[in-house]
């Protein structure tokens, strides 16, 4: 049973920071690409940033580049996403997940090549 916990969603002002975690059970966490994505209701879900099994490589979309990043502790078994700069564009429900593979295009990097979810939890970027 595969289960992915991600937390640390909060309500911050425009160009503030959050750090969301995110940890995995019933796999070997340091064998598998990680991933972070994000929705707007009644928008399609989105890759955010993923990172490979080892936490060398990198995939962060456009949109998030040079404000957000990922990082990973395999001894730790957890997943970060550290949010600086925050835009309310980036309000969403940002869900930690485990792709099927990694490359350095992002292609693995959606919602389709996903196979594991978290419960998902809310970033809200307000005045």
């Known amino acids: 049973q595969v289960q992915v916990a991600e937390s640390g969603g909060d309500l911050v002002q425009p160009g503030g920071s959050l750090r969301l975690s995110c940890t995995v059970s019933g796999l070997t966490f340091g064998a598998f690409t990680m991933g972070w994505f994000r929705q707007v209701p009644g928008k399609e879900r989105e890759g955010v940033s993923c990172?490979?099994?080892?936490?060398?490589?990198?995939y962060y979309a456009d949109s998030v580049k040079g404000r957000f990043t990922i990082s990973r502790d395999n001894a730790k078994k957890t997943l970060y996403l550290q949010m600086n700069s925050l835009k309310p564009e980036d309000t969403a429900m940002y869900y930690c997940?485990?792709?099927?593979?990694?490359?350095?295009?992002?292609?693995?990097?959606?919602?389709?090549?996903?196979?594991?979810w978290g419960q998902g939890t809310q970033v809200t970027v307000s005045s």
């Open positions: 990172i490979n099994y080892t936490g060398i490589n990198t």
């Open positions: 997940a485990v792709p099927r593979s990694y490359d350095n295009t992002g292609y693995y990097c959606s919602p389709s090549e996903v196979n594991y």
